[in-house]
């Protein structure tokens, strides 16, 4: 085969096609394509890079066929390429584009009789991701040419500035250094390793991820792709290599910053508002490749962090099971209404109570759904005593002592009917446990009465012959077949007092709450706290561990009220009111000891107190 002369020089940094064309103007000073038919080279099977064209063009321009195959965008199917072992997509590619750095071309034309000659094109500027001329720090120019011919891209007849119009464009490129992303992508074409995450990436995975992740950090979630300019790409860029360069953490960590912007803006969530063109693009019906493992990461952080239904699909793979809840979406679970179940939450600790807090607020669904589950069996406080078959204040003492927990309980005021209710299931299982022990009776035996003229006999509370018995501390327990609740329990007055003396040791918790004059949940805070101000108690262990509960040493009581008040106590004592105490407190810099955010009630330390008068 014959071999063109006088030989030609091709750069290492120059494609295929740039070298032809440079042939052609040297050897018969004619444009590319008359000169690629004259050596049986097809133009079009050249620009894709076809293997058999390309080592024609090396074997008759003498050079090394593996010099120009290295630059050789191969198309391995519509809109797909690959350039040295790597995959990349049409979008990865300038063309159709003209791009060139202005200050490059001026430097090939120096001394140049014929600029087709000495002008080449850089596989770089070919490759979308590099925006920016490593040598001499300006952002590249991109120019859409019109014809058949563009994709051949020559740069004499694409470019026709030469002398002062190439250095006017230079005046008009941004000065900059390359972008990282930009040096990673031309380091991992020569084979140098990169970023762990990014080179297990298909290399046009890492570009793609690079560049979508980071127009959402730099632009936010309503960016559009087709809207950005080269520069805001560049920028993209530029911010998202250094997200995806720290692998998984780095975007995990992008995301979430994203999607606490867009909760700040109060509206509605949803994954398009939140993340803009990277869920877009992940999300896209007619994707055509696999985006890589952003997929999994963007749909794990989805899965961890919004409320998807069991068995809702997110990227090509379903939710087992649902892992979190909003009030809105458990709300519609339920059947209960926004506001009840946003109040049942938030007095159960799972949402803050701030009434501004979003009906989009996330909390564990099991969590929620155990709040809420409850709730349409609920028994009101008002008609407790008709469920437990007992008068209304023995129904107050079951609840003082925690034998029965409303729906929402603890020390913090809650708005909401279920601060007065109680679960059906809770009523019904102290029945049972308080009936279990008693021998089922037609009529009622001799020397045997109800609960509550037992405590008028014995001289003690019914709440306390109840611990008696589901403490396994009496023997003798009968039930009245036909009667409901506790009202169906007969003791024995005689075993009652003894057990009481027994067992019962100093005051009930009904009682010490009401000297103290503190609501049941401030009470039973103070007793739970492990630090100062705390009221002390004694557990009563049932037999068999069936049933605790406690007691207070009247000793103790008289020494907390002596150590710590409130300010209701202390307006009693002094004939004042509460409102003028509290004025008078903060007015003298004295603060509580333990606060009512804490245990429902302020409290303060009787040794810090100013006088008080009522003059």
């Given at each position: 085969?014959?071999?063109?002369?006088?030989?030609?020089?091709?750069?290492?940094?120059?494609?295929?096609?740039?070298?032809?064309?440079?042939?052609?103007?040297?050897?018969?000073?004619?444009?590319?394509?008359?000169?690629?038919?004259d050596?049986?080279v097809q133009?079009?099977?050249?620009?894709?890079?076809?293997?058999?064209?390309?080592?024609?063009?090396?074997?008759?321009?003498g050079?090394?066929?593996?010099?120009?195959?290295r630059?050789?965008?191969?198309?391995?199917?519509?809109?797909?390429?690959?350039?040295?072992?790597?995959?990349?997509?049409?979008?990865?590619?300038?063309?159709?584009?003209?791009?060139?750095?202005?200050?490059?071309?001026?430097?090939d034309?120096?001394?140049?009789?014929?600029v087709?000659v000495?002008?080449?094109?850089?596989?770089?500027?070919?490759?979308?991701?590099?925006?920016?001329?490593?040598?001499h720090?300006?952002?590249l120019?991109?120019?859409?040419v019109?014809?058949h011919?563009?994709?051949?891209?020559?740069l004499?007849?694409?470019?026709p500035?030469?002398?002062?119009?190439?250095r006017?464009?230079?005046?008009?490129?941004?000065?900059?250094?390359?972008?990282?992303?930009?040096?990673?992508?031309?380091?991992?074409?020569?084979?140098?390793?990169?970023?762990?995450?990014?080179?297990?990436?298909a290399?046009?995975?890492?570009?793609?991820?690079?560049?979508?992740?980071?127009?959402?950090v730099?632009?936010?979630?309503?960016?559009k792709a087709s809207?950005?300019?080269q520069?805001?790409?560049?920028?993209?860029?530029r911010?998202?290599f250094?997200?995806t360069?720290?692998?998984?953490?780095?975007?995990?960590?992008?995301l979430h910053?994203?999607?606490?912007?867009?909760?700040?803006?109060?509206?509605?969530p949803?994954?398009?508002?939140?993340?803009?063109?990277?869920?877009?693009?992940?999300?896209a019906?007619?994707?055509?490749?696999?985006?890589?493992?952003?997929?999994?990461?963007?749909?794990?952080h989805?899965?961890?962090?919004?409320?998807?239904?069991?068995?809702?699909?997110?990227?090509?793979?379903?939710l087992?099971?649902?892992?979190?809840?909003?009030?809105?979406?458990?709300?519609?679970?339920?059947?209960?209404?926004?506001?009840?179940?946003?109040?049942i939450?938030?007095?159960?600790?799972?949402?803050?109570?701030?009434?501004?807090?979003?009906?989009?607020?996330?909390?564990?669904a099991?969590?929620?759904?155990?709040?809420a589950?409850?709730?349409?069996r609920?028994?009101?406080?008002?008609t407790?005593?008709?469920?437990l078959?007992?008068?209304?204040?023995?129904?107050?003492?079951?609840?003082?002592?925690?034998?029965?927990l409303?729906?929402?309980?603890?020390p913090k005021?809650?708005?909401?009917?279920?601060?007065?209710?109680?679960?059906?299931?809770?009523?019904a299982?102290?029945?049972?446990?308080l009936?279990?022990?008693?021998?089922?009776?037609?009529?009622?035996?001799s020397g045997?009465?109800t609960?509550?003229?037992?405590?008028?006999?014995?001289r003690?509370l019914?709440?306390?012959?109840?611990?008696?018995?589901?403490?396994?501390?009496l023997?003798?327990?009968?039930?009245l077949?036909g009667?409901?609740?506790?009202?169906?329990v007969?003791v024995?007055p005689?075993?009652?007092?003894a057990a009481?003396?027994?067992?019962?040791?100093?005051?009930s918790?009904?009682t010490?709450?009401?000297?103290?004059?503190i609501?049941?949940?401030?009470?039973w805070?103070?007793v739970?706290?492990?630090?100062?101000?705390?009221?002390?108690s004694?557990?009563?262990e049932?037999?068999?561990?069936?049933?605790?509960?406690?007691?207070f040493d009247a000793?103790?009581?008289?020494?907390?009220?002596?150590?710590?008040?409130?300010?209701?106590?202390i307006?009693?004592?002094?004939?004042?009111?509460?409102?003028?105490?509290?004025?008078?407190?903060?007015?003298?810099?004295?603060?509580?000891?333990?606060?009512?955010?804490?245990?429902?009630?302020?409290?303060?330390?009787?040794?810090?107190?100013?006088?008080?008068?009522?003059?």
């Open positions: 085969m014959p071999v063109l002369f006088p030989h030609l020089q091709c750069h290492a940094d120059e494609t295929p096609l740039s070298f032809s064309a440079r042939l052609a103007a040297f050897h018969i000073d004619k444009p590319l394509v008359p000169f690629l038919h050596i049986g133009p079009d099977a050249l620009a894709l890079g076809n293997t058999d064209a390309v080592n024609r063009l090396a074997a008759i321009a050079v090394d066929p593996a010099v120009l195959s630059n050789a965008m191969r198309s391995t199917a519509k809109d797909d390429y690959v350039l040295r072992g790597h995959e990349l997509s049409a979008e990865m590619l300038s063309r159709p584009d003209t791009t060139f750095c202005p200050a490059c071309l001026l430097e034309d120096a001394d140049a009789t014929d087709a000495f002008r080449r094109q850089r596989l770089a500027w070919t490759l979308r991701p590099v925006r920016t001329c490593a040598r720090g300006l952002s120019v991109r120019r859409r019109k014809g011919d563009r994709k051949y891209f020559e004499a007849r694409h470019v500035e030469r002398g002062d119009d190439l006017h464009l230079i005046d008009g490129c941004t000065q900059r250094s390359p972008s990282r992303l930009q040096g990673y992508v031309l380091s991992r074409l020569d084979g140098v390793a990169g970023p762990a995450w990014l080179d297990s990436q290399l046009k995975q890492a570009i793609k991820t690079s560049e979508f992740v980071g127009a959402l730099a632009f936010g979630p309503s960016a809207e950005l300019s520069d805001q790409w560049d920028e993209a860029g911010i998202g250094e997200v360069s720290e692998g998984e953490a780095g975007i995990q960590r992008a910053e994203a999607q606490n912007a867009f909760k700040r803006t109060g509206a509605v949803g994954r398009r508002k939140m993340y803009g063109m990277l869920w877009e693009w992940l999300s019906t007619k994707l055509r490749k696999a985006p890589g493992d952003i997929a999994r990461i963007m749909r794990e989805i899965f961890e962090t919004m409320a998807i239904g069991s068995g809702e699909v997110i990227l090509g793979e379903a087992p099971e649902r892992r979190l809840h909003s009030v809105q979406s458990l709300a519609r679970e339920s059947g209960l209404h926004p506001m009840t179940l946003r109040n939450l938030a007095a159960g600790g799972l949402i803050p109570a701030e009434p501004e807090i979003s009906a989009y607020h996330l909390f564990d099991e969590a929620g759904r155990n709040l589950a409850p709730v349409p609920a028994i009101t406080v008002s407790l005593d008709e469920a078959g007992c008068t209304r204040p023995v129904a107050d003492q079951l609840l003082n002592e925690r034998l029965l409303p729906l929402a309980d603890g005021d809650s708005a909401g009917r279920m601060w007065k209710s109680v679960g059906e299931d809770a009523v299982k102290l029945i049972a446990d009936h279990a022990p008693a021998r089922p009776v037609a009529t009622v035996p045997m009465v609960i509550s003229k037992a405590a008028e006999k014995s003690a019914c709440i306390e012959i109840i611990h008696l018995i589901l403490g396994g501390f023997e003798n327990i009968a039930r077949q009667v409901h609740g506790i009202a169906a007969l024995d005689a075993e009652v007092r009481v003396a027994a067992h019962m040791p100093g005051l918790a009904n010490v709450f009401g000297k103290l004059r609501p049941k949940a401030t009470g805070a103070l739970d706290r492990q630090v100062a101000p705390r009221l002390p004694t557990v009563i049932g037999r068999g561990g069936r049933h605790r509960f406690h007691r000793r103790e009581v008289v020494s907390f009220m002596s150590e710590f008040t409130t300010a209701v106590r307006a009693n004592e002094h004939d004042l009111e509460r409102e003028d105490v509290i004025s008078r407190l903060k007015s003298r810099g004295v603060r509580p000891v333990v606060s009512q955010s804490e245990v429902g009630v302020d409290f303060y330390k009787v040794a810090r107190l100013p006088e008080f008068s009522t003059a």
